[in-house]
């Protein structure tokens, strides 16, 4: 783990060695495939499915986790297990996973990656969904298919060292001059992840996911008869949405709330300022169970 985080200050990092002890990973089998999440708070506290990001494991939502209060919230975070190549199938399983906790009724929270995931999985179980919060998220968008293919077929033939520079590249970015301590974390992150868990198939399964989602057939009369609702958290500087993904991604789901906000939606940002968490927990804290 030292080779990894060596950069990350002391503090940062022994917050998140505290995390990873007090938060082991529970395990389960559904459909022949070994699945690992976690599973926090008070059982008689408002149901929480957060859905973590591209990287794919439960512990990348550790901030988000630590910051919820545990007497206020039951939260289930699963990993996505790498075997699996479909948004769909990851959410029919994690409805399964729910079953086993006896988990009835969730909130669902996603962001990035894990909006699609979110949206694919109220799409299929709307009756397991209270309220629904979605973060930089966007519509299926058929046209980004072809894209994912020309990534996919580097995937399968370009050496392995090649294929976590790329994603790396892609989850990174270019971190500032002075990066925070978290951005440290989360790059030390993905760094210990490619390097210990990637596989050539999971990484073509994270794309192939992405694939499932942009093949999804969504319209805006599809959850008329949910009783839930939806808040839809979105940022003015955004590069990778338009204004008009903005739109079709909230003419899906009408009389969603929309909160917009100013600058960059970089997750370690929202944590920071804080207005991300005030404005999510008075969403779900007003749906009560």
Excluded at 38 to 48: C, Q, Y
Aim: aromatic residues 8%; negative net charge; contains cysteine.
């Amino acid at each position: 783990m030292d080779k990894y985080y060596r950069k990350v200050p002391p503090d940062t990092l022994e917050q998140f060695k505290r995390f990873r002890q007090e938060h082991p990973l529970k395990r389960s089998e559904i459909n022949g495939r070994s699945w690992e999440y976690i599973l926090s708070g008070d059982p008689a506290g408002i149901p929480l499915l957060l859905l973590p990001g591209g990287l794919s494991t439960a512990e990348s939502a550790w901030r988000l986790i630590n910051l919820l209060d545990p007497h206020k919230y039951h939260v289930v975070c699963p990993s996505y297990p790498p075997q699996i190549g479909s948004m769909t199938a990851l959410a029919d399983e994690i409805a399964e996973i729910l079953t086993q906790e006896g988990i009835q009724t969730t909130n669902v929270v996603g962001g990035a990656y894990g909006s699609m995931l979110a949206q694919v999985f109220i799409h299929r179980h709307p009756d397991r969904v209270t309220r629904l919060v979605l973060t930089h998220a966007y519509p299926p968008v058929p046209s980004r298919i072809k894209s994912v293919d020309s990534t996919l077929r580097l995937f399968r033939y370009v050496p392995m060292f090649m294929v976590k520079n790329m994603l790396r590249l892609q989850m990174t970015g270019r971190l500032p001059a002075n990066p925070s301590p978290e951005l440290l974390l989360i790059a030390a992150q993905i760094h210990e992840s490619l390097d210990t868990r990637l596989t050539r198939q999971s990484a073509i399964n994270t794309y192939l996911r992405m694939v499932d989602f942009d093949q999804q057939n969504f319209t805006f009369t599809d959850l008329d008869s949910w009783q839930g609702a939806t808040l839809i958290i979105l940022a003015q500087d955004d590069p990778t949405s338009t204004e008009q993904l903005q739109n079709e991604l909230l003419a899906l789901y009408p009389g969603a709330s929309l909160h917009m906000l100013e600058g960059s939606i970089q997750t370690a940002t929202l944590l920071d300022t804080g207005e991300y968490l005030k404005v999510m927990e008075e969403f779900l804290q007003h749906s009560g169970r």
